[in-house]
Each structure stands twice: as structure tokens, then as C-alpha cells.
């Protein structure tokens, strides 16, 4: 289970609970229904004001070398991140439009049941035109390193806490559900700022 979810579980449970500071509250689907590309929000490009790239992320990774479908959801996935991982549903439709407008072709070293697909003459400018600024480069720019640091923080906040929860006192383990109680109010303050 990735951390995320393990997040989401423990604020659940706690919720459920009514523990640190929570109401009690039924079970029932989660706060925030999934993004457009299968994750939840941040992941599919919610909060960039548009949508991703699709067409030109592909283009750009052909320049590097053939790929099939799954491979580029992966590199995408990869070089940002984690921040944009766009769904299968989004990239096979790019690859079938742009194989019928010429741009794309079955590369010559396919074989099994995977498609590797390779840039065509015609398609070679436009390519390259999308390799200069790569969709993904936005993401990983605004992105990566701040994702990165609040992930780490948190583990290791998860970790101070578990701690805590196996070998604490009553009263380092009522302590802690304060500062996690304080901590939550001051996370939802920093969203507020931003409205």
C-alpha cells in the first residue's frame, strides 16, 4: 500500500474513531472522488488550469526512442514524478490518431502482443518542435521537488507517530493526537491562504 493511501486510511480510521480531535463519522466513499486519469487529485494535472499534453509528451518521447503505450505511461510517470501518470485511456487514442495522421508508425522490432510504435519522416518535425519544451517538463518543475520533500516529511512524521502509538505513555500518546490535532488546523490554514 503506497503512502498516500496509508494516509487516507489512518485519517479514516481516526475519523471513524473520533480520535485526535475528529468527529465520529460514518463509513462512506472518500472525500474526493478520483481524477481523470485514475488517481486522486494532483495527479492527473488538477490544479495546472489545464489539461496535459497527451499528444505532445508522446511525440516527445518518440524522439528518444521507439516505445510502446504502457512504456510511455511509465516515463511520463517517472520523469514527473509521480505528479502526472495519464491514463491509458488517454495515451492508446493519442497513439491510433496519430498512426492514422501518418505521424507515428509500427516500429520495424515489435513483436509479442506489445505495439512499439516510432516516429514517421512527416512526424519528425513536430516532434522535435514538442521535445524543446516537453509537457512533462511543467510538471516536474512546479512539482517534483516539493513532492518529493512533503512525501519524505510525511513518512517520517508516520514513522515518529507509529513510534509513539507502540512504545508511548498514556500521556506522550494524548500529547501526540494534540500536536496532530494543531497540526491538521495549521495544514488547512496554509489551503485557506490560497483562496
Do not use: C
Amino acid at each position: 500500500m503506497g503512502f498516500h493511501r496509508r494516509m487516507h486510511a489512518m485519517h479514516d480510521e481516526m475519523r471513524r474513531r473520533g480520535g485526535f480531535g475528529f468527529p465520529p463519522v460514518p463509513p462512506g466513499p472518500p472525500p474526493f472522488p478520483p481524477g481523470p486519469h485514475g488517481h486522486g487529485r494532483g495527479r492527473g494535472g488538477r490544479g495546472h488550469g489545464r489539461r496535459p499534453n497527451v499528444r505532445g509528451a508522446v511525440l516527445a518521447l518518440l524522439t528518444e526512442r521507439p516505445m510502446h503505450g504502457y512504456e510511455m505511461i511509465q516515463e511520463i510517470d517517472s520523469r514527473t514524478g509521480g505528479a502526472w501518470r495519464p491514463s491509458p485511456g488517454s495515451i492508446y487514442p493519442t497513439l491510433q490518431l496519430l498512426e492514422d495522421e501518418g505521424v507515428i508508425a509500427t516500429a520495424a522490432d515489435s513483436e509479442g502482443g506489445r505495439k512499439r510504435f516510432a516516429l514517421t519522416e512527416q512526424g519528425q518535425a513536430e516532434a522535435t518542435a514538442a521535445a524543446q519544451t516537453p509537457p512533462w517538463a511543467e510538471f516536474a518543475e512546479q512539482t517534483v521537488n516539493s513532492w518529493h520533500d512533503i512525501r519524505d516529511a510525511g513518512a517520517q512524521a508516520m514513522q515518529a507517530l507509529r513510534q509513539v502509538m507502540t512504545t508511548g505513555s498514556d500521556d506522550q500518546r494524548a500529547r501526540a493526537a494534540q500536536v496532530l490535532d494543531e497540526t491538521r488546523r495549521k495544514l488547512y490554514a496554509i489551503l485557506a491562504e490560497s483562496e
